[in-house]
């Protein structure tokens, strides 16, 4: 484990280097005893690939002080837990206006867009962290035969509840905004919802598996969603 500063109310726990599940479990590990145990001074705390940040209040403690802390704290850490998260399924309408990328990401894998949608929904991803937008899930876990590069040129606006894939990643954008990944689809639940506490459906840790929809149960879940 390796502290460096992040300006004057901040610092980074590096786990690793590299995206990997084990060090994504050690983080949540980590994450789950600061959540348990605050640390004096802490603010709050920002998981990602391969750290944890954790913001500070400066005029409570110095970095200095919370480097110690968490040293400590890494010291008497037990073996990290393999346990899962939550295991979430979402619906998606894949192809058509929904998914305008999904012939590219056939074409580029050398198979059928039946095939991509097939191996797309038969994986299981894991949550390794929230971020780009509010309630954006990086996920990770998708098979090499449905990886696709991003677009050269990025979209302006991308509709809220659109799965992507860029690299060997997939994800939902949560809310309208711009973005480069390969659009396959688009599911009907919400991801980000400010009234709720938490607002993102999922976190760190969550296990993610989509089943496709007709263009009419898709609108029927939409519905419902809205009225909710």
Do not use: K
């Amino acid at each position: 484990m390796d502290i460096q500063p992040m300006g004057d109310a901040a610092a980074v726990v590096q786990f690793g280097t590299e995206i990997d599940l084990a060090v994504h479990r050690t983080i949540r590990a980590f994450a789950a005893s600061l959540a348990e145990d605050p640390l004096p001074g802490m603010i709050e705390f920002v998981p990602a690939f391969t750290t944890l940040t954790v913001f500070f209040d400066p005029i409570r403690t110095t970095f200095a002080d919370l480097e110690r802390i968490l040293a400590a704290r890494w010291a008497q850490m037990p073996e990290a837990s393999s346990e899962p998260g939550r295991t979430v399924e979402i619906p998606v309408c894949y192809g058509g206006e929904f998914g305008p990328d999904i012939g590219e990401v056939a074409s580029h894998n050398g198979i059928s867009v039946d095939e991509v949608i097939q191996i797309h929904t038969a994986g299981e991803y894991v949550v390794y962290m929230i971020g780009f937008a509010p309630g954006f899930p990086y996920l990770g876990g998708m098979s090499e035969r449905i990886a696709a590069p991003r677009r050269a040129n990025p979209r302006l606006a991308i509709p809220a509840g659109t799965v992507g894939i860029a690299g060997m990643q997939t994800g939902v954008y949560p809310i309208e905004t711009p973005g480069g990944w390969q659009l396959i689809g688009r599911t009907p639940v919400r991801l980000f919802r400010p009234e709720e506490n938490p607002p993102s459906l999922l976190q760190a840790g969550d296990v993610v598996r989509f089943y496709p929809v007709s263009r009419e149960a898709y609108a029927r879940l939409l519905e419902e969603e809205r009225v909710r």
